[in-house]
């Protein structure tokens, strides 16, 4: 960055309140904010109190060695126990914990008795086959409710499991594990997708093939393919269908490990980001009842993330059982069989929370608004989003096209890293500005800075940092404690802050608005401009479904902006569309931020998790080989998009 801090161009105006009703019956009040104010630590005492501890802690928070911290110090508590037996315990055996609905359109219901029969046996069956507390167990699962099923079993022990998400490579499959030195390997015959079926079991032969430390692959049929079988291989229908129900979770420490995640970063070796138990469960459990409002006896949740990801173990797993809600778990694609398929699960399973991603909101505004109209949609009471910034037309899409003009919609920052929601609108409470994730949630603390560290006035933009700790903050990354220093708390070390890479502006009320990762950010002119504000404007145009923006190198301004556009559903390139483009920019936040060129183009590129990975059309903007591509959900996207850019830098 210059030292200009972050230009502040786009300005939004609409103001949403929580529904009165809403607020009136909400789980968290506005009193809370204040509570944790008053005594942080406190706070998440009482949080903490929402789980059924084996010991108690004796201390609440021990930062003596920051960065690494111990929350609940001394506590002693068992994962899957406070997710699954103590909801049976409670009498709601008998409560749906998981509608899992296959892509072909098979369904199950689990209640929580048959979760906790299906865990405890899981449980035996990987202290047979030689998985002890401490373990890594690699988890290389479709969206089947066995996934959740083996997470639980790990914890139950005191195993810590490493998921990677299906679509990954056999090598990265096989870093991962060497990376991880996991025992055993649990994954699945195949899963369908998209009308077909893809073979997992020979993407997980091919890793383990190398993979010395992996004792046993596990594997669940889902499918029935065919499948080669090793020395090494186990069905799961026979090493779990054979244990016993009956198991004895016992209670570890709050510290002991919970899992392994890895993230790719932007460069480089992925990280595996571990997380621990007490804080982490506690964060999960309770920003999950507080940002999404649950009332276990009568929502119906469902998080359509991917269970590979990060979004999938904190709201899928870990917060959502932790409450004892019912949720949603759906194998296949939006589209498959037809694009109306998100909205026929709403209907089906009368879904009230629906937790998605902004690149999923863009396609379903691109696909049309004819499409959610013809299903019956009014079960549903609240919205949330997590993964990118929200483009504030796109939250409007989403309230009015999903919510019905009349549920709350939550804008939800967080990170891998940071385990559970640190910024997020409380919907019973705060007034939403479409495309701000407004406030840190109660208990959490955050800023926006300059390039030196100093926190920038309202109105101004710069880097979110996150100044006081956290329970679900990462412990660390696995086998390189360094690396963790580095990446997260060397840039301001003297502050004390974690730098989170990503940007960030305080509005006029010191709400929070998210500008994307600081990587990312456009030298024009000599001023630092946000992508996110550029696309957001881009995609306020009618015609616009998505947009990517980036800065790419010119002789005259530092950088000039190309962006990269999807039209709707039906709308034609017309003539003249490029000089309206760069007019309406111009218009909604100044001419500094016009477009230089615009390309249409089908397709973005982006991670298997949705993100748009600018900096592969950085490399065509300016005119050089695009650089590495493995992280891509569609290798083929960027032959497109060169193909309709053939010379990037004419103007
Ligand atoms: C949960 C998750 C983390 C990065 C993060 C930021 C982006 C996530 C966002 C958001 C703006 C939001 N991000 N949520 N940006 N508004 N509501 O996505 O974790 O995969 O580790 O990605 O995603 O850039 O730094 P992860």
């Given at each position: 960055?210059?030292?200009?801090?972050?230009?502040?161009?786009?300005?939004?105006?609409?103001?949403?309140?929580?529904?009165?009703?809403?607020?009136?019956?909400?789980?968290?009040?506005?009193?809370?904010?204040?509570?944790?104010?008053?005594?942080?630590?406190?706070?998440?005492?009482?949080?903490?109190?929402?789980?059924?501890?084996?010991?108690?802690?004796?201390?609440?928070?021990?930062?003596?060695?920051?960065?690494?911290?111990?929350?609940?110090?001394?506590?002693?508590?068992?994962?899957?126990?406070?997710?699954?037996?103590?909801?049976?315990?409670?009498?709601?055996?008998?409560?749906?914990?998981?509608?899992?609905?296959?892509?072909?359109?098979?369904?199950?219901?689990?209640?929580?008795?048959?979760?906790?029969?299906?865990?405890?046996?899981?449980?035996?069956?990987?202290?047979?086959?030689?998985?002890?507390?401490?373990?890594?167990?690699?988890?290389?699962?479709?969206?089947?409710?066995?996934?959740?099923?083996?997470?639980?079993?790990?914890?139950?022990?005191?195993?810590?499991?490493?998921?990677?998400?299906?679509?990954?490579?056999?090598?990265?499959?096989?870093?991962?594990?060497?990376?991880?030195?996991?025992?055993?390997?649990?994954?699945?015959?195949?899963?369908?997708?998209?009308?077909?079926?893809?073979?997992?079991?020979?993407?997980?032969?091919?890793?383990?093939?190398?993979?010395?430390?992996?004792?046993?692959?596990?594997?669940?049929?889902?499918?029935?393919?065919?499948?080669?079988?090793?020395?090494?291989?186990?069905?799961?229908?026979?090493?779990?269908?054979?244990?016993?129900?009956?198991?004895?979770?016992?209670?570890?420490?709050?510290?002991?490990?919970?899992?392994?995640?890895?993230?790719?970063?932007?460069?480089?070796?992925?990280?595996?980001?571990?997380?621990?138990?007490?804080?982490?469960?506690?964060?999960?459990?309770?920003?999950?009842?507080?940002?999404?409002?649950?009332?276990?006896?009568?929502?119906?949740?469902?998080?359509?993330?991917?269970?590979?990801?990060?979004?999938?173990?904190?709201?899928?797993?870990?917060?959502?059982?932790?409450?004892?809600?019912?949720?949603?778990?759906?194998?296949?694609?939006?589209?498959?069989?037809?694009?109306?398929?998100?909205?026929?699960?709403?209907?089906?399973?009368?879904?009230?929370?629906?937790?998605?991603?902004?690149?999923?909101?863009?396609?379903?505004?691109?696909?049309?608004?004819?499409?959610?109209?013809?299903?019956?949609?009014?079960?549903?009471?609240?919205?949330?989003?997590?993964?990118?910034?929200?483009?504030?037309?796109?939250?409007?899409?989403?309230?009015?096209?999903?919510?019905?003009?009349?549920?709350?919609?939550?804008?939800?920052?967080?990170?891998?890293?940071?385990?559970?929601?640190?910024?997020?609108?409380?919907?019973?409470?705060?007034?939403?500005?479409?495309?701000?994730?407004?406030?840190?949630?109660?208990?959490?603390?955050?800023?926006?800075?300059?390039?030196?560290?100093?926190?920038?006035?309202?109105?101004?933009?710069?880097?979110?940092?996150?100044?006081?700790?956290?329970?679900?903050?990462?412990?660390?990354?696995?086998?390189?404690?360094?690396?963790?220093?580095?990446?997260?708390?060397?840039?301001?070390?003297?502050?004390?802050?974690?730098?989170?890479?990503?940007?960030?502006?305080?509005?006029?009320?010191?709400?929070?608005?998210?500008?994307?990762?600081?990587?990312?950010?456009m030298l024009v002119s000599?001023h630092?401009i946000?992508t996110?504000?550029v696309?957001?404007a881009l995609?306020?145009?009618?015609?616009?479904?998505?947009a990517?923006v980036v800065g790419a190198k010119d002789e005259t301004t530092g950088q000039r902006i190309v962006a990269f556009v999807?039209?709707?559903?039906?709308?034609?390139?017309?003539?003249?569309?490029d000089a309206?483009l760069k007019a309406?920019v111009s218009?909604?936040?100044g001419p500094i931020a016009k477009p230089k060129q615009i390309q249409?183009?089908?397709?973005?590129?982006?991670?298997?998790?949705?993100?748009?990975?600018?900096?592969?059309l950085k490399?065509v903007a300016e005119d050089?080989?695009?650089?590495?591509?493995?992280?891509?959900?569609?290798?083929?996207?960027?032959?497109?998009?060169?193909?309709?850019l053939?010379h990037a830098n004419e103007d």
């Amino acid at each position: 960055m210059s030292n200009e801090a972050l230009s502040n161009l786009l300005r939004e105006d609409r103001r949403f309140a929580p529904p009165a009703d809403f607020a009136a019956a909400a789980n968290v009040k506005a009193d809370a904010y204040a509570t944790a104010e008053a005594d942080r630590l406190a706070f998440w005492e009482t949080q903490a109190q929402r789980l059924s501890w084996g010991a108690p802690w004796s201390e609440v928070l021990d930062w003596s060695g920051k960065p690494v911290a111990k929350w609940f110090v001394g506590g002693k508590l068992n994962v899957a126990y406070n997710c699954v037996d103590r909801h049976v315990e409670a009498g709601n055996g008998d409560r749906v914990a998981i509608h899992f609905e296959g892509e072909p359109g098979d369904s199950r219901a689990i209640t929580y008795a048959e979760l906790k029969d299906e865990v405890s046996k899981a449980a035996n069956a990987l202290t047979e086959l030689g998985v002890r507390q401490g373990d890594r167990v690699a988890i290389y699962m479709p969206m089947i409710p066995e996934t959740a099923v083996a997470m639980l079993a790990c914890a139950r022990i005191g195993a810590v499991h490493s998921v990677v998400f299906a679509a990954f490579s056999p090598d990265a499959l096989r870093a991962r594990i060497e990376d991880a030195g996991a025992k055993l390997l649990i994954t699945a015959d195949g899963y369908h997708r998209r009308g077909g079926t893809v073979n997992l079991k020979a993407n997980a032969d091919e890793a383990a093939e190398g993979a010395e430390t992996i004792e046993h692959v596990l594997v669940v049929k889902r499918t029935g393919a065919d499948v080669a079988w090793g020395a090494k291989d186990v069905w799961w229908h026979d090493a779990v269908g054979a244990a016993s129900t009956e198991h004895t979770p016992e209670a570890f420490d709050s510290e002991n490990p919970l899992f392994i995640l890895y993230t790719s970063g932007t460069t480089g070796k992925p990280k595996g980001i571990l997380h621990t138990t007490g804080g982490y469960l506690t964060q999960a459990s309770y920003t999950h009842h507080a940002v999404f409002d649950l009332k276990p006896e009568t929502d119906v949740y469902w998080c359509t993330a991917d269970v590979g990801w990060v979004t999938g173990h904190s709201y899928i797993v870990y917060g959502p059982l932790s409450n004892g809600a019912t949720e949603v778990m759906y194998e296949g694609t939006p589209d498959t069989p037809h694009q109306g398929r998100f909205w026929e699960i709403v209907q089906k399973y009368k879904v009230t929370l629906l937790y998605t991603a902004p690149t999923a909101i863009r396609m379903f505004a691109k696909w049309g608004d004819d499409i959610p109209a013809k299903f019956d949609l009014s079960s549903l009471r609240l919205l949330g989003s997590v993964g990118e910034p929200i483009n504030p037309e796109a939250w409007i899409w989403y309230r009015e096209n999903i919510g019905g003009g009349r549920t709350p919609v939550v804008d939800t920052w967080w990170q891998t890293e940071t385990g559970a929601i640190m910024i997020s609108p409380l919907p019973g409470v705060t007034e939403a500005k479409p495309g701000s994730a407004m406030r840190p949630l109660p208990g959490i603390s955050a800023n926006v800075v300059d390039k030196e560290g100093t926190i920038v006035e309202n109105g101004h933009g710069g880097l979110l940092v996150l100044d006081q700790p956290w329970p679900s903050m990462a412990r660390g990354i696995w086998g390189d404690q360094q690396r963790f220093v580095d990446t997260y708390w060397a840039r301001f070390a003297e502050q004390g802050y974690y730098f989170a890479g990503d940007g960030a502006k305080k509005d006029e009320d010191g709400d929070l608005w998210l500008l994307g990762r600081v990587d990312d950010i456009m030298l024009v002119s000599g001023h630092n401009i946000s992508t996110t504000e550029v696309e957001s404007a881009l995609v306020s145009y009618p015609a616009v479904a998505e947009a990517a923006v980036v800065g790419a190198k010119d002789e005259t301004t530092g950088q000039r902006i190309v962006a990269f556009v999807i039209l709707r559903a039906g709308q034609e390139e017309t003539e003249d569309l490029d000089a309206v483009l760069k007019a309406h920019v111009s218009k909604e936040i100044g001419p500094i931020a016009k477009p230089k060129q615009i390309q249409i183009v089908a397709e973005l590129p982006k991670t298997r998790s949705g993100k748009i990975m600018r900096r592969l059309l950085k490399d065509v903007a300016e005119d050089r080989a695009v650089g590495d591509t493995t992280t891509l959900a569609d290798s083929t996207v960027m032959d497109l998009i060169k193909a309709k850019l053939p010379h990037a830098n004419e103007d």
